[in-house]
T-cell receptor
Framework: DQQVKQNSPSLSVQEGRISILNCDYTNSMFDYFLWYKKYPAEGPTFLISISSIKDKNEDGRFTVFLNKSAKHLSLHIVPSQPGDSAVYFCAASSHDYKLSFGAGTTVTVRA | DADVTQTPRNRITKTGKRIMLECSQTKGHDRMYWYRQDPGLGLRLIYY???????NKGEISDGYSVSRQAQAKFSLSLESAIPNQTALYFC???????????????FGPGTRLTVL
């Protein structure tokens, strides 16, 4: 059973608008969450992370929000740019140095 | 130069053949991992190693074996390949010296394996 779920396989957004990617988890032991970005023919690259002691972390155009009571996190990309078109994976850890990944959301940014 | 490299990048083989995928890293990290990616399933952990003498099974280790030849090298073997092992395979590393960021993993470019 997948412990990390990304229920939207794809998202299409217009350039300049906000992209919101969602992720839900079931394991209450998870306390560190990451987002990875993946282009075709490349490996996933680390984008942003958040510890369970925070509810928000921001890095430039990327912000991750964590709602522990709902076991939900989201990634906001503002403004979206064509180079943001990629697959985004949500991942979680219980600090055992292993990651559980969601199935990914493919983002397409339209010009 | 890439910090985590994988060879080969693409491989087509036949059912029953033995295949080895290799991973090398120059990041100086102690922890290394092998994942496979399948459409709709994300990345699933096959094996991981926290140092040269440490090997651990992940969630889908059946049909696979690994060898940690040195801190910088971690190989994945398919002893007798079968078609449902057709997938993208990724190697990753993480740094035990990072403290709170110790769970962040860094990935290689992947190997696309096709088993006919």
């Amino acid at each position: 059973d997948q412990q990390v779920k990304q229920n939207s396989p794809s998202l299409s957004v217009q350039e300049g608008r906000i992209s919101i990617l969602n992720c839900d988890y079931t394991n209450s032991m998870f306390d560190y969450f990451l987002w990875y970005k993946k282009y075709p023919a490349e490996g996933p690259t680390f984008l942003i992370s958040i510890s369970s002691i925070k509810d928000k972390n921001e890095d430039g155009r990327f912000t991750v929000f964590l709602n522990k009571s709902a076991k939900h996190l989201s990634l906001h990309i503002v403004p979206s740019q064509p180079g943001d078109s990629a697959v985004y994976f949500c991942a979680a850890s219980s600090h055992d140095y292993k990651l559980s990944f969601g199935a990914g959301t493919t983002v397409t940014v339209r010009a | 130069d890439a910090d985590v490299t994988q060879t080969p990048r693409n491989r087509i083989t036949k059912t029953g053949k033995r295949i080895m995928l290799e991973c090398s890293q120059t990041k100086g990290h102690d922890r290394m991992y092998w994942y496979r990616q399948d459409p709709g399933l994300g990345l699933r952990l096959i094996y991981y190693s926290f140092d040269v003498k440490d090997i651990n099974k992940g969630e889908i280790s059946d049909g696979y074996s690994v060898s940690r030849q040195a801190q910088a090298k971690f190989s994945l073997s398919l002893e007798s390949a079968i078609p449902n092992q057709t997938a993208l395979y990724f190697c990753a590393t993480s740094d035990n010296r990072q403290g709170a960021l110790a769970d962040t993993q860094y990935f290689g470019p992947g190997t696309r394996l096709t088993v006919l």
